[in-house]
């Protein structure tokens, strides 16, 4: 009975994809994130159960900052404890979120 | 040799008397203009120097971590005139990246948070070594810190002052006193073309 109750548990786990190019390709001050961590809060991440894999694209990001970031990646991190970075190579992203991490308890 | 001209019209600026003497060319006077100059900057280090697409981007980043740090605590408070200078110069010698403000400085804003900061130069190594924010309880603060691993990662030079206090970080980080008394913060990022 287990088995069957974690596997029903996994295709219950459903998946939401937020691409992080959709707000810009320079992404830089913090009430530029403010903004779009609000945007995405009405009408993206509303109503998704909390438990959901949520997967953040940086594909076609170009300049990712750690005050835009902090405004968005830190707080979803804070509200979904499944995320999934993907599309992480840009220098800026990559940057951005070692600061996070080191700077303001980022535990992606 | 890189041009000291953008360098010195940022100097008199922020260190002058008058609030009205800066060039229109490097002036923003808020964030959407200085935003807009950010995708310039880019463009021209893309097309004028030998940097690799990466690299621009970073200098882009911190570029903007030093300048919205000047809106972001100066905003509703600045004693004189609001906004930043923000210019640079490319040349065959390299790209100098200058900011500058008539703001509040680090020492004022920080001592809101950590009263005991008792000079320039050690507001100077707080803002850039500690976990703090001058916004508290806003918890925020990590701009500068992204900004001296960035110059470390990339071999360049970033000259930051404020008030009497000089900080030189390239792969060190130096402290002392500055030539001129900065009313805010003025900082020079400088990309020298045998370093890349």
């Given at each position: 009975m287990k088995i069957f109750a974690a596997v029903w548990q996994l295709l219950k786990l459903k998946e939401m994809k937020i691409e992080i190019k959709k707000f810009g390709e320079m992404l830089i001050s913090r009430p530029a994130g403010r903004e779009a961590y609000l945007a995405l809060s009405a009408y993206?991440?509303?109503?998704?159960?909390?438990?959901e894999l949520l997967e953040i694209d940086f594909d076609g990001v170009k300049v990712l900052a750690p005050s835009w970031a902090d405004e968005v990646i830190t707080k979803l991190a804070q509200e979904f404890p499944n995320i999934k970075l993907l599309n992480t190579q840009n220098s800026t992203v990559q940057a951005t979120l070692k600061t996070l991490r080191e700077y303001s308890d980022l535990k992606i | 040799m890189l041009d000291d001209n953008v360098k010195n019209l940022a100097v008199e600026w922020c260190a002058?008397?008058?609030?009205?003497?800066?060039p229109k060319d490097y002036y923003c006077a808020d964030r959407g203009e200085f935003g807009a100059r950010i995708d310039n900057l880019s463009a021209d280090l893309k097309s004028d120097t030998k940097m690799e697409e990466g690299d621009v981007y970073m200098i882009a980043a911190m570029a903007g971590e030093i300048g919205n740090n000047s809106f972001d605590h100066n905003?509703?408070?600045?004693?004189d005139a609001p906004g930043i200078f923000f210019g640079w110069s490319i040349d065959n010698n390299g790209a100098r990246i200058v900011m500058a403000d008539r703001g509040q400085g680090i020492m004022k804003t920080l001592r809101k948070v950590?009263?005991?900061?008792?000079n320039h130069q050690e507001a100077l190594k707080v803002a850039f070594?500690?976990?703090?924010?001058?916004?508290?309880?806003?918890?925020?603060?990590n701009g500068l810190k992204f900004v001296r691993e960035g110059i470390k990662q990339m071999k360049i030079h970033l000259v930051f002052v404020s008030g009497d206090a000089r900080a030189e970080i390239n792969q060190e980080f130096k402290i002392g006193a500055a030539n001129e008394n900065i009313r805010g913060c003025l900082a020079i990022i400088e990309i020298k073309r045998d370093e890349n």
């Open positions: 993206l991440t509303k109503g998704v159960d909390r438990q | 002058g008397d008058d609030p009205n003497n800066i905003i509703g408070n600045w004693p950590k009263p005991e900061i008792s070594f500690e976990k703090i924010s001058g916004r508290a309880p806003e918890n925020r603060g």
